[in-house]
């Protein structure tokens, strides 16, 4: 199995900044697209960034400029940096990795735990 295990979540005031991380562990055999979703309460789930292993990037319109994604290919493990943190970005952060298990499987999409973050004053 796949395990994906997110941290950096927090209370933040607006203007602040938070850096989370989400390290995969488990049976992997290679990993395509990374990614960052976020759900509010009362609200459906939503992207926020995602990047492949060749560092091609996709950003919310919500959220460019202020968020950047990365990722360590030799640590299976993928970053949000986030800045200028505002109230309306306060939700619940899910990390989500395309992995392959095995060489002859495809890819599965799999979930972290989620974190918190709430950006108030």
């Known amino acids: 199995q796949v395990q994906l295990v997110e941290s950096g979540g927090g209370l933040v005031q607006p203007g602040g900044s938070l850096r989370l991380s989400c390290a995969a562990s488990g049976r992997i055999f290679s990993i395509n697209a990374m990614g960052w979703y976020r759900q509010s309460p009362g609200k459906q789930r939503e992207l926020v960034a995602t990047i492949i292993t060749s560092g091609t990037t996709n950003y919310a319109d919500s959220v460019k400029g202020r968020f950047t994604i990365s990722r360590d290919n030799a640590k299976n493990t993928v970053y949000l940096q986030m800045n200028s943190l505002k109230p309306e970005d306060t939700a619940v952060y899910y990390c989500?990795?395309?992995?392959?298990?095995?060489?002859?499987?495809?890819?599965?999409?799999?979930w972290g735990q989620g974190t918190q973050v709430t950006v108030s004053s």
């Open positions: 989500n990795a395309a992995v392959r298990e095995r060489s002859w499987y495809p890819y599965n999409n799999f």
